[in-house]
C-alpha cells in the first residue's frame, strides 16, 4: 500500500511516527507545510519539515515538541550577549541542520533536494517532500492592522493578538514541489493529518493543483484536530474562524467536503457524525488522541483499514 500524508508540525508528525512503523518501508510520502518557513540568524528555518524529520528519526524532543532531544543552546544564549533578540530558540544541532540547509540552498540546490539530503542522513524511510521549493510565507493580519510573519505571530507574540486575516504570499504563482502531485496521484490512500488546517495544511491546499488532484483521488481521509471544541496544541481555535470556519470537528470537515470521502473524528465527539455525513463524507469515530507511539499506531492501523 502507498501512503500520501498532508502534514505539519506535532499533531501531523505523531500520526506519521505511526504510519512510519504500519506502512510498508519506502511506501509512505509526507507532504509538509512549509508557509513558516523563516530567516532567523541568518539561516533558513523550516520547522514544519524539521519537526516532521526529527519525528520520524526518532531524535525529537517530545517534551517541547519541537527540537531535538538534549540540544543545548549555546549560540543562542551566547548571541543574546551580543544584544540579539533570541525569542526564536534555536537547539546547537538543529542550528546545524539549518546551517547546512541554507548552504545550500545558495549554492543553488532546491529545498526538495536538501530535505532528501537532511533525510537520507536522519535515516528516515519515509520519503518527505517539501509543499513548494517556492517561498510560499504565512503572514498573520492582526487586528491592531500589523502584517506579521508567521514566526513573528506564532513564537514571538505567542499566538496572543486577535487576527483578522491568514495570507499566503505568493502562493498563486507557486508550484508543488516535484513529487507533490505524483505522490498523491499514485498513492493508495491519502490521509491529511490532523494539523493546523489553516497553516499547516491550508497552505499546501492553496497550491495550484494540489486541491483538484484530491478532488479525482478515490481514497481521501482527514483526521480531527479539533477535540471537544479545541485543537490538542497551537492556535487553531484563533485562526479557524478567520476563514469562517467553525471551531469543531464539524467545522474542519466542512473546509475538506470538496475533496474528502472519510473524516476521523474523536470518539469523544460522536454526536458530530450526522453533521459531518450531511457533507457528503463518510465519518468515522476513533480514540485520535495520541498520547505516545502505540496510540499512534493504533490510529494509523484503523486509517489504512478505511
Sequence with gaps: MKVAALAGGVGGSKLLVGLDKEVPRGELTAIVNTGDDAIIY???????????????????????????????????DALARF???????????DLATCLYR??????????SSVTDDIRNALGIATKIIPMSDTRVPTRIVTEDGRTLDFQDYFVKEQHKPPVK???????????????????????????????NPVVSIGPILALPEVRDTLRAHPSVIAVTPIVRGAPLKGPADKLLPTIGAEVSAAGVAKLYKDFCDVFV??????????????????????????????????LARKLLEL
Design 265 to 298: 473524528l474523536d470518539e469523544r465527539d460522536a454526536d458530530e457524525v450526522p453533521l459531518i455525513e450531511g457533507y457528503g463524507m463518510r465519518a468515522e469515530t476513533c480514540n485520535t488522541i495520541m498520547m505516545d507511539n502505540s496510540a499512534s499506531e493504533a
Design 42 to 76: 541568518g539561516v533558513h528555518v523550516s520547522p514544519d519539515v524539521d519537526i516532521v524529520s526529527y519525528w520520524l528519526s526518532r531524535i525529537n524532543d517530545k517534551e517541547r515538541g519541537w527540537g531535538i532531544k538534549g540540544d543545548t543552546f549555546e549560540t543562542v
Design 165 to 195: 486575516e491568514v495570507r499566503f504570499s505568493g502562493i498563486a504563482d507557486a508550484k508543488p514541489a516535484p513529487g507533490v502531485l505524483d505522490a498523491i496521484r499514485r498513492a493508495d490512500k491519502v490521509i491529511l493529518c490532523p494539523s
Design 83 to 93: 544584544g540579539i533578540e533570541t525569542w526564536f530558540r534555536l537547539g546547537d544541532r
Design 102 to 111: 541554507t548552504q545550500q540552498l545558495r549554492a543553488g540546490a532546491t529545498l
